[in-house]
């Protein structure tokens, strides 16, 4: 799904004003906003097709898509919250996404219950936090990764349970401690004084620093908490998944990401969400469901397939924007006896009439939708933030791809000319179009250009924080860039006793095992699939010799 907004117009009678969206002008979609599309003014069903078997299947699914008015934006209970996408529940939030009872949350995905921070991804609970990575029920913690139940902290890595640490790596039920180094309280409090965060320049060598420390430290070969037989990452309170990534709370479920909370016997899903069962192919799939094959945005819906932006329906077939609906094909309504017989005819021309799209293949029954029947382009949709492509790479794979629009404005400030301390930025800076440190040049969505709107400077100031150098966009990158690949490799635990090392084109890195595991002096003989590449500069170990050094 795209999650970019740009102003379009709005389509629904009698209304032609601006409206944030999803959809840009030129895409073939004709847009209502959230309040008209959600209303009882109009009826999807008026847009039926009535089923027509010596046509294409997807073709005619195609022509009901462009025809049905699409919503803007997928933000729903939003208050002062106009630019969420895959929303519900915002309150006083900016550029945010795939997002949940946030509030006061600035240029973030992937984020739940959780307020008064900014640019964090993959993160619940979290309070007065800032650029966070895979973390839960922490407050105030900056720049770190991988953290559960952790205050008023800085730089870290895998920890559980800590307070008043700055760079530290690993550490479970610890205070005051700096580069995994112990302090009493009042040294802690003297000493942390020399990292002034509020510094750019110091915070850019503060990050170099953490990053070669990190290294130091072995990491277990996946992330994980309370799981049994799982294979992927970033995965917990799961069991009995393979390929499983960013899922809490699944069970016997195959290749899904970003999900959980209830999610059973489900495979190949994105966006799984709570309470949902027999899922196959779907994208956000919302709370509550059933045997929902091939469809995008449906909730609280079972027995639905190829379908998209439904809800709170059942037994529905090639539907667009229903609401409430049984027996329909194509938005048009059966009785129970004709959709039965219908949809076999239909799965059956599919097989026997199948889709080719231009690159030459082929969409029977069975396959999620050919990706030519997308209103959006490629590097419009996160597919480029998973498995980045050039422009040219996009074309030969046969998808299309949005060209940068002229942009009408004046880079008023450089990233080099902006303040180094955030306690000289006066509010002039509200009104400065800043230049990208990127200008463009990376394939990271960059938009060249940035402004601080007045939410944002009263949270650097607060906290203490330098105005960034990069647009949002590209920050977004720079976060995902912490995270593995959706992506295993069969390795074995990189323990060898008393000394591990890992070695590179750069360096070597050796780590001294604090404690006698169980293989000894030997190299340990587990192997296991990880997200961590063999040529990654990391020490990876098993769940048995991490535990041996970490918990």
Same mark, same amino acid.
């Given at each position: ?5 740009? #102003? ?27 309040? =008209? ?37 997928? %933000? ?70 991988? @953290? ?20 530290? &790596?690993?550490?479970?039920? #610890? ?13 802690? #409090? ?89 899922? =196959? ?13 091939? &469809? ?44 039965? #017989? ?36 490629? %590097? ?93 966009? @590209? ?19 990189? @323990? ?56």
């Amino acid at each position: 799904m795209n999650e970019f907004y740009i #102003k379009n117009k709005c389509r629904a009678p009698g209304h032609q004003e601006d409206v944030i969206s999803i959809y840009h002008p030129g895409a073939d979609a004709k847009i209502y906003d959230q309040k =008209y599309w959600w209303s009882d003014q109009w009826d999807p069903i008026q847009f039926g097709l009535k089923y027509e078997p010596q046509k294409l299947f997807f073709i005619q699914f195609g022509e009901l898509l462009k025809n049905t008015p699409a919503i803007a934006l997928f %933000n729903t209970n939003a208050v002062n919250s106009d630019y969420a996408n895959h929303a519900e529940d915002s309150k006083n939030s900016f550029l945010i996404s795939a997002a949940w009872r946030s509030e006061n949350i600035l240029y973030s995905n992937r984020v739940a219950s959780s307020k008064d921070s900014a640019d964090l991804y993959l993160v619940d609970h979290l309070d007065l936090s800032y650029e966070t990575v895979n973390s839960g029920t922490s407050y105030k913690i900056l720049f770190s990764f991988g @953290c559960e139940d952790c205050s008023n902290s800085a730089f870290l890595f895998d920890c559980r349970n800590c307070s008043d640490c700055f760079g530290c &790596t690993g550490l479970r039920n #610890k205070s005051y401690y700096i580069f995994n180094k112990p302090y009493s309280k009042e040294d802690y #409090k003297k000493a942390i004084k020399n990292f002034d965060l509020g510094s750019y320049k110091k915070l850019t060598e503060l990050k170099e620093t953490y990053g070669q420390t990190i290294l130091n430290f072995p990491r277990k070969y996946m992330y994980s908490f309370k799981i049994v037989d799982v294979v992927g990452d970033i995965v917990g309170n799961t069991k009995n998944c393979y390929q499983c990534f960013d899922v809490v709370g699944g069970e016997d479920s195959k290749y899904a990401v970003w999900g959980g909370m209830g999610m059973k016997d489900s495979y190949d899903g994105y966006g799984v969400g709570g309470g949902v069962d027999l899922l =196959y192919e779907s994208v956000d799939s919302g709370i509550s469901g059933s045997r929902v094959k091939f &469809t995008i945005v449906v909730y609280r819906s079972h027995d639905v397939e190829y379908s998209f932006n439904c809800h709170n329906s059942n037994n529905l077939f090639g539907c667009v924007g229903l609401r409430n609906k049984s027996y329909c094909i194509l938005n048009r309504q059966y009785s129970k006896e004709d959709y039965e #017989k219908l949809i076999s005819q239909i799965i059956e021309h599919m097989n026997s009439m199948p889709y080719t799209d231009s690159k030459g293949r082929i969409y029977r029954y069975g396959e999620f939708f050919p990706p030519e029947l997308s209103p959006f382009s490629y %590097n419009e949709t996160i597919a480029q933030e998973y498995f980045p492509l050039t422009k040219e790479e996009a074309i030969a794979q046969g998808y299309t791809w949005k060209e940068d629009e002229k942009r009408e404005y004046t880079i008023n400030l450089t990233p080099e000319s902006l303040p180094d301390h955030i306690k000289d930025v006066d509010d002039s800076i509200l009104t400065q179009n800043i230049g990208c440190s990127h200008q463009g040049t990376c394939n990271e969505q960059c938009t060249s250009a940035f402004r601080i709107i007045p939410q944002e400077l009263e949270f650097y100031r607060k906290m203490n924080l330098p105005l960034p150098r990069l647009c949002p966009n @590209c920050r977004h990158y720079s976060r995902l860039k912490q995270r593995n690949p959706l992506k295993l490799w069969k390795r074995r635990c990189m @323990c060898n006793g008393k000394e591990s090392r890992s070695q590179n084109q750069e360096s070597i890195i050796i780590y001294q095992n604090q404690t006698t595991h169980f293989h000894s002096d030997q190299s340990c003989p587990n192997e296991f699939e990880t997200s961590y590449s063999p040529e990654r500069k990391e020490i990876i170990y098993c769940e048995s010799c991490y535990n041996s050094e970490i918990v």
